[in-house]
């Protein structure tokens, strides 16, 4: 069963996609982490293994305007539980615009943390790594560009899609449509080399080459999907009831999941996170 539209005046400013749109530089770090998690028999970096899972047939979620007063999100949409769900069943991806830290638009609230990316980077100063993004995003946020459709295969049958818009603007440095410069993929890290290495470093030694750690996370402010409607819990119940967790896709594919924590959800009810005491501070400073 399909997605439902977005509701009409969601949908004047926000591009409904049903998966992620990537800039040019997130593309190829996303590729080869993918490759790395299927090298290491679906573990992430930190070794952690990683759930395979797929969406569900029914569509269990829905999206309603915020009718009632006190509550944080008034006047605002969240997500409804459509049909009773299970406890730990996986119930839609969140899905955007995958960007790194750099490209970062400090003014979006629907950003989260999706990959820790790790690079090799030959004959060169180790980079600093980039801070834990707090809560739901960077503590900065950030806002989506326009997916223009454009298609770059992926080893294993991955398909990524570039935001045309910010591939356009990397190689004169104009600001890209969402506001975000695309840097392109420099700093002698080579696109689409599996060992993270450039072609032109291959001849480098270990000794001069250092790792690198870059953060991936997934925006929905312009480009998004029923996901970007998940509320944090705080001020709506008294715990989150989903969580949003990474998982191996039929394809091999990493996505973001929203998936039920233990207990049964029941027909009705409000779907929330936490988007971390990180979030609310950034917020308030």
Known sequence: MPPPKLPPEIAATVQQVDRNAFTREAAW???????????????DGSGAQLQRGSLPVQ??????????????????????????????????????????????????DYDIRFLEVVTIVPGSQPAPAAAAPAGRGSGSGVDGGVDRGVDEGVDGGVDVRVDGACAASSSSGDRGVDGA?????????????????????????????????VTLSIDAARVGNYGRFVNDFRGICARPN????????????????????????????????TYGKGFWGARAS
């Open 29 to 43: 770090l996303y590729k080869l982490h993918v490759s790395k998690v299927a090298a290491a028999g679906n573990r």
């Open 59 to 108: 569509v269990k979620y829905k999206a309603s305007k915020i009718a009632v007063a006190g509550h944080p999100a008034f006047g605002q949409y969240g997500l409804f539980a459509a049909a009773k769900i299970t406890g730990g069943e996986l119930i839609l991806n969140y899905c955007g615009r995958v960007h790194t830290e750099a490209e970062s638009d400090p003014t979006s």
């Open 181 to 213: 410069s695309d840097r392109g993929v420099d700093g002698g890290v080579e696109r689409g080399v599996d060992d993270g290495v450039s072609e032109g470093g291959a001849g480098a030694s270990e000794a001069s080459s250092v790792l690198s750690t």
């Open 242 to 273: 989903v969580e949003f967790r990474e998982y191996i896709a039929s394809q091999g594919e990493v996505q973001m999941g929203v998936w039920a924590l233990s207990k049964d959800i029941p027909k009705g009810t409000e779907l929330c996170v």
